[in-house]
């Protein structure tokens, strides 16, 4: 309604001033708006939809030809009825009912209307689409977040309940420790970590609260050591990360009875990037028989929705060590 009173005050101000007439420029504007979004409507709601969007070109080339023949004859009667008794008082001779030029002028100004109203709305349900396209996208990429996480979590869970079996079998004193330690984890889990971004010192307690967890299993065969270089007190990643990582170094690493290493190091680059480094021993024999486990491939999926190209991840084996590189922007 704000644009077609707009457009209508537009034009009578527009011809009104032409003409020197605001009285005749009111009345021919009262009986051709109507008109106009009446066929502007059937254009944007009806023959578009209907005929060129299933690409039935003639067709709506044919009933657009059939309304602007109604269109001169209806609008040239109101005319002559409701304003002036000439047909054409703009012109010089005031032209002559179905005269070419007449009906050219007549065509010509209703398909300016209809062309001019119809790239607006277009315009407008483009910019909406693209909006909701976006959003679609955010949500998509929010809920498959959502989904990989879930896939994370009771993975951890599951595992860390066989070392509490392995405790309790042993009927060993650490068997409470361990069942504080796994309550302290799923707090995090399953109720601390709530959006796709979590605090790094944060996850890296958790890390360390995880290790415990092993070696609370393992005992004196786990050795580890972390370096952090930089200031990470504001630093944002990924929750559950870099903690998927560690699980592979347990899962994959342990070989017989010997001790297991693990050295990792987190380092700030330039205030820009994140630098995580990651090295533990490894059993080849472990990796052959890995049937399951979505740890490495579920990172990768999550790196690439949330980072897309901005981001490196490296891994390589070198005489039974596991090495990873992995590089992501600060947030």
């Not at 004859?73 to 032209?95: C, F, H, M, Q």
Request: proline share 3%.
């Amino acid at each position: 309604m704000i644009f077609w009173v707009g457009y209508f005050l537009f034009n009578v101000l527009r011809w009104g001033s032409y003409f020197h007439d605001y009285w005749y420029s009111i009345k021919s504007n009262l009986v051709e708006f109507p008109i106009h979004i009446i066929v502007v409507y059937i254009n944007v709601y009806y023959l578009i939809p209907k005929f060129i969007l299933r690409k039935k070109y003639w067709s709506y080339l044919s009933y657009l030809i059939l309304i602007l023949i109604l269109v001169y004859l209806v609008r040239t009667g109101l005319n002559y009825i409701l304003v002036t008794k000439e047909i054409w008082p703009e012109a010089e001779d005031s032209g002559r009912f179905m005269e070419l030029n007449h009906v050219i002028a007549v065509i010509l100004g209703e398909l300016y209307v209809v062309g001019f109203v119809t790239a607006i709305k277009l315009v407008i349900d483009w910019a909406i689409e693209k909006r909701r396209n976006e959003d679609l996208a955010k949500l998509q990429l929010s809920t498959e977040l959502k989904y990989l996480r879930t896939q994370i979590q009771p993975h951890f869970f599951f595992n860390t309940l066989n070392n509490l079996y392995a405790l309790t079998l042993e009927k060993s004193n650490n068997a409470p420790r361990l069942v504080i330690k796994l309550s302290d984890l799923m707090q995090y889990v399953l109720y601390e970590v709530k959006s796709s971004k979590a605090n790094l010192l944060e996850e890296i307690n958790h890390i360390n609260n995880y290790i415990d967890i092993e070696r609370l299993r393992f005992k004196d065969r786990i050795e580890s050591e972390m370096d952090i270089t930089g200031d990470i007190g504001d630093v944002e990643v990924p929750p559950l990360l870099f903690l998927s990582f560690i699980e592979n170094c347990f899962k994959h690493g342990l070989i017989g009875n010997e001790k297991m290493k693990i050295s990792m190091s987190f380092e700030i680059v330039n205030k820009r990037y994140l630098e995580f480094k990651l090295m533990n021993t490894f059993n080849p024999e472990v990796n052959k028989s890995e049937k399951h486990g979505i740890g490495l491939s579920n990172a990768k999926r999550r790196l690439n929705l949330l980072f897309f190209n901005d981001y490196v991840l490296e891994t390589k084996i070198i005489e039974n060590t596991y090495n990873l590189f992995l590089k992501i922007p600060v947030q």
